[in-house]
């Protein structure tokens, strides 16, 4: 096992375990930061993956690989949008936003199941000759799909509270 590899994994799990406490306490958020995550990596997978589909064969092993990962993770995000729950708070923060939001175990464990899907699709893939599912893009794109979806759950379900301006 190469020092690279290691690295990888070692901040993989330090990025799980940051995103799935997150899911555990209340942020505070608006209709816009909801979108903004999910919007920057998507333009910057989609930048990503057209440099790397350059420089490697795509096969039907890889598109269909894919195609199961995005839905699994829209799935996922989906669940996740609906498992959050919402809280507004008589005082608002700097930025004027009332409403905080948390999906709580629940929504943790879907991200952590989402990684190791993705984890697994990754092997899969390997075996049948998947090349561009290990591209960064592929892992960016995963991404936001799970969190356009959820913030399309999010969105509909947010309360409607005015926001002050400080």
Same mark, same amino acid.
Not at 137 to 153: D, F, K, N, P
């Given at each position: 096992?190469?020092?690279?590899?290691?690295?990888?994994?070692?901040?993989?799990?330090?990025?799980?375990?940051?995103?799935?406490?997150?899911?555990?306490?209340?942020?505070?958020?608006?209709?816009?930061?909801?979108?903004?995550?999910?919007?920057?990596?998507? $333009? =910057? #997978?989609? @930048?990503?993956?057209?440099? !790397?589909?350059? /420089? *490697?064969?795509?096969? &039907?092993?890889?598109?269909?690989?894919?195609?199961?990962?995005?839905?699994?993770?829209? $799935? =996922? #995000?989906? @669940?996740?949008?609906?498992? !959050?729950?919402? /809280? *507004?708070?008589?005082? &608002?923060?700097?930025?004027?936003?009332?409403?905080?939001?948390?999906?709580?175990?629940?929504?943790?464990?879907?991200?952590?199941?989402?990684?190791?899907?993705?984890?697994?699709?990754?092997?899969?893939?390997?075996?049948?000759?998947?090349?561009?599912?290990?591209?960064?893009?592929?892992?960016?794109?995963?991404?936001?799909?799970?969190?356009?979806?959820?913030?399309?759950?999010?969105?509909?379900?947010?309360?409607?509270?005015?926001?002050?301006?400080?």
């Amino acid at each position: 096992m190469s020092v690279q590899l290691l690295t990888n994994i070692v901040i993989g799990l330090a990025l799980v375990g940051f995103i799935a406490y997150r899911q555990l306490r209340w942020t505070r958020t608006d209709r816009a930061s909801v979108w903004r995550m999910p919007l920057i990596l998507g $333009v =910057i #997978g989609i @930048i990503n993956l057209s440099s !790397t589909a350059k /420089n *490697v064969t795509v096969g &039907p092993a890889d598109i269909t690989i894919i195609g199961i990962e995005l839905v699994l993770a829209i $799935v =996922i #995000g989906l @669940i996740m949008g609906r498992l !959050t729950t919402f /809280n *507004v708070v008589a005082t &608002p923060d700097s930025k004027g936003r009332r409403i905080e939001m948390r999906s709580g175990k629940a929504g943790a464990a879907l991200w952590v199941v989402l990684i190791l899907v993705r984890v697994g699709l990754d092997v899969v893939g390997g075996a049948l000759g998947a090349h561009l599912l290990t591209a960064t893009g592929v892992i960016l794109l995963t991404v936001a799909a799970s969190r356009a979806a959820a913030a399309l759950m999010i969105d509909g379900r947010m309360p409607q509270v005015a926001t002050v301006k400080a």
